[in-house]
């Protein structure tokens, strides 16, 4: 099974900064990585799949990057309704998430 | 606009036994492959089990693996998942998910989700 990391557990930032989350894995995927964003008593929402393509109406503040075990999810200017947690996913093997990072107001 | 709606959750026995329904509309449900995918409460995603868009292939995970059964009616726009030999750890919120075309195991849209208790 490939174990997916993410880092840091907690981020606090303001509105207006720049968010960047991390998600390790435990062996190469290629750039089958996905992020979702789920917020409180909701459904997980898809931001970003093969890594770093936006998924439909995902606005252009979301970005990602990375291949092979390390990858970043980038929000350039966080607004306020971006306060959510956020997983990682691969599918390069049967599918498996990251632990989350849950991204908090300063 | 795609809609997928999950229903059959409630309170079982260890041991039980219950069925989860997801009625899909809003695409052409026989053409993608659905999974279910869980949330323990408090905790992050688990994938469950995954099902092809017309049937022919069925996978687990190792967790639920000879205890749920994944499948599907298109005819009724409607995916289920039987689940036997329930315990305490298979507590969670249970979503369907529909995978993006040609099967690349990412989810891109979700139901409201359905919350399994298993209790004595």
């Known amino acids: 099974e490939i174990v997916l990391t993410q880092s840091p557990a907690t981020l606090s930032l303001s509105p207006g900064e720049r968010a960047t989350l991390s998600c390790r894995a435990s062996q190469s995927v290629s750039s089958y990585l996905a992020w979702y964003q789920q917020k409180p008593g909701q459904a997980p929402r898809l931001l970003i799949y093969d890594a770093s393509n936006r998924a439909t109406g995902i606005p252009a503040r979301f970005s990602g990057s990375g291949s092979g075990t390390d990858f970043t999810l980038t929000i350039s200017s966080l607004e306020p309704e971006d306060f959510a947690v956020y997983y990682c996913q691969q599918r390069s093997n049967w599918p498996t998430f990251g632990q989350g990072t849950k991204l908090e107001i300063k | 606009q795609v809609q997928l709606v999950e229903s059959g959750g409630g309170v079982v026995q260890p041991g039980g036994s219950l069925r989860l329904s997801c009625a899909a509309s809003g695409f052409t449900f026989s053409s993608y492959g659905m999974h279910w995918v869980r949330q323990a409460p408090g905790k992050g995603l688990e994938w469950v089990a995954f099902?092809?868009?017309?049937?022919?292939?069925?996978y687990y995970a190792d967790s639920v693996k000879g205890r749920f059964t994944i499948s599907r009616d298109n005819s009724k726009n409607t995916l289920y998942l039987q689940m036997n030999s329930l315990r305490a750890e298979d507590t969670a919120v249970y979503y369907c998910?529909?995978?993006?075309?040609?099967?690349?195991?990412?989810?891109?849209?979700w139901g409201q989700g359905t919350l399994v208790t298993v209790s004595s």
């Open positions: 998910a529909k995978d993006t075309p040609d099967d690349r195991y990412y989810f891109d849209y």
């Open positions: 099902i092809r868009y017309d049937g022919s292939n069925k």
